[in-house]
Nanobody
Framework: VQLQAYGGGLVQAGGSLRLSCAAS????????MAWYRQAIGKQRELVAE???????LYEDSVKGRFTISRDNAKNTAYLQMNSLKPEDTAVYYC??????????????????WGQGTQVTVSS
């Protein structure tokens, strides 16, 4: 299983971006899909997550501006980011938890990280 994140870029303050993260490989189910970000000199932080039951969680500073969603048929998570601010500048990583996939004749469960995509918001 591999995660591929894309959709980052350079945008002016007030603009929008949509990030996508797709999991490839044979997958039975994914429990939680999440987006994290890490700015220079700061720790990685959770931005938003959605679990298999549809429960949503957002970091306080992005509430009302960012929307996380998932497409289970495509094993893909999305992060719609509106009203972007310079402080949103960071590398954004997707993280899929409890991914159930076949390994040989067994079913295993692992967590996976995407490679990161840079989001830069200019003032």
């Amino acid at each position: 299983v591999q995660l591929q994140a894309y959709g980052g870029g350079l945008v002016q303050a007030g603009g929008s971006l949509r990030l996508s993260c797709a999991a490839s490989g044979s997958i039975f189910s994914i429990d939680t899909m999440a987006w994290y970000r890490q700015a220079i000199g700061k720790q990685r932080e959770l931005v938003a997550e959605v679990n298999s039951g549809g429960r949503l969680l957002y970091e306080d500073s992005v509430k009302g501006r960012f929307t996380i969603s998932r497409d289970n048929a495509k094993n893909t998570a999305y992060l719609q980011m509106n009203s972007l601010k310079p402080e949103d500048t960071a590398v954004y990583y997707c993280h899929f938890e409890k991914v159930r996939a076949p390994v040989g004749d067994k079913v295993r469960q692992y967590d996976y990280w995407g490679q990161g995509t840079q989001v830069t918001v200019s003032s």
